[in-house]
């Protein structure tokens, strides 16, 4: 049962506190779900999130994008962020930017470098050295994988103090991140995800 929504023609202008609450809304319809599950690391877990159900969704991409442009620090020049996680998040919001007249480079960093060409872990316009470059990820567990986009942007000589989430599992990322001398900032935790869930599993009781 969905308890907030917007309508695709308000989306672009919603006011972001309603954008937050349907943002939230879609990630517990069809991306947040409750079993026994097996992650990428070999542990087991009661839930899973699916982030790409929601950054591939063509109203959620837009909803993501939107506030993380809002988060992103003064003198961001660009996005970027680790192959395949990352690739729509990095590009919703370069679009999004574009309409908003906030514009954003996008950058999509390879987990190995290119067989053939270039050779090149990055994808993207080149720019200037010093550039400031946040770095997106759709969930945080660990943290290690934005860690590895932080290093190749900064080895292209940019400027990476800061790390963008749609939701962390609170689970060890920003410890690292802390001990990295990086600032995170997840727009929901995973105590969101479940007290929402709690809340729209009892609409659903009552109605």
Not at 46 to 72: C, E, P, W
């Amino acid at each position: 049962m969905s308890i907030s929504s917007i309508s695709v023609a308000d989306l672009p202008t919603a006011d972001l506190s309603a954008v937050r609450l349907a943002l939230l809304d879609l990630i517990c319809d069809v991306a947040y779900r409750e079993g026994d599950f097996t992650l990428s690391s070999g542990k087991k877990s009661t839930y899973y999130i699916n982030g790409k159900q929601v950054t591939l969704h063509a109203q959620g991409g837009v909803m993501v994008a939107r506030l993380l442009l809002d988060m992103l620090p003064d003198q961001t020049v660009g996005v970027g962020g680790l192959t395949l996680g990352a690739d729509p998040m990095v590009s919703a919001v370069s679009i999004v930017g574009a309409y908003e007249n906030k514009p954003v480079t996008p950058l999509i960093i390879r987990k190995e470098a290119k067989g053939h060409g270039t050779r090149a872990y990055i994808e993207g316009p080149v720019l200037p050295a010093g550039s400031k470059v946040v770095i997106l990820e759709d969930v945080v567990t660990t943290g290690a994988s934005a860690m590895k986009a932080v290093e190749r942007l900064r080895d292209a000589g940019y400027v990476v103090d800061t790390i963008l989430a749609l939701v962390d599992r609170q689970q060890g990322g920003r410890a690292l991140y802390d001990q990295a001398g990086l600032m995170f900032q997840p727009i929901f935790t995973i105590a969101d995800l479940q007290a929402h869930t709690r809340l729209k599993q009892g609409c659903s009781t009552q109605a």
